[in-house]
């Protein structure tokens, strides 16, 4: 029987001096991770925004978008003079999220369409750069870390919200999540509990050569 030929995504990581993760890639099982009215009762939200620091006239890519959960709650808190990047890996679901917006009548949203490895934020764009309940499930961590990086602005962030436990469950463990993101030069600001896991904020610091990072072990 044939091997299963290796995905275009891990080619590209084959060829890059940036090492591919060393643990489990949980897979894409929804485009929304909780239904909406239980992560609203827990103001899973309202914490996450708080604790960003996300204020209005700010741009947010909110990476992962699916649904679009985050996407409808920050578009009101940025304001008509700031901008949502909503941006998933998935062709399908941002169409149907698009949709959504166009809907809710939503003009300070733009949807992009990004890849395992890059987001494809434009250069300079973005305040703070929003993964949650999603970085355990990205199949090029250090690629993607490192390519946003440029799509900050002076003072940008980056603010992973994920559970603590082993990425095969669809969480990602603390330590490991600071190992990662430090390894491509990013330094921890802060990791604050909530009642759907942890934020962890990740500010910019020097970017090391990339041949020279070494992929973290779980």
Known sequence: MMGMLPSASLLLAAASPLPVPQRAIAPVVSPAWSDEASRDRVGEARDVI????????????????GGGYYVMRLAPVVGPRGRVLAQDIDAGTLLQLQRRVTKAKLRNVTTILGNAGNARLPVGSTDVALMVHMYHEIAQPYHL?????????????????????????????????????????????NITDITQ??????????????????????
């Open 145 to 189: 870390l490192d390519r946003l990086r440029t799509s900050l602005r002076q003072g940008g962030r980056v603010v992973v919200v994920d559970i603590d436990r082993p990425s095969e469950q669809h969480g990602m463990p603390k330590a490991l999540l600071v190992c990662e993101v430090k390894a491509v030069g990013f330094d921890l600001v």
């Open 50 to 65: 708080r604790l960003a620091g996300i204020r209005p006239g700010m741009t947010v890519a909110d990476i992962g978008a």
């Open 197 to 218: 896991g942890y934020v962890a904020v990740f500010r910019p610091g020097k970017r090391p050569a990339p041949a020279s990072v070494k992929a973290c072990r779980a």
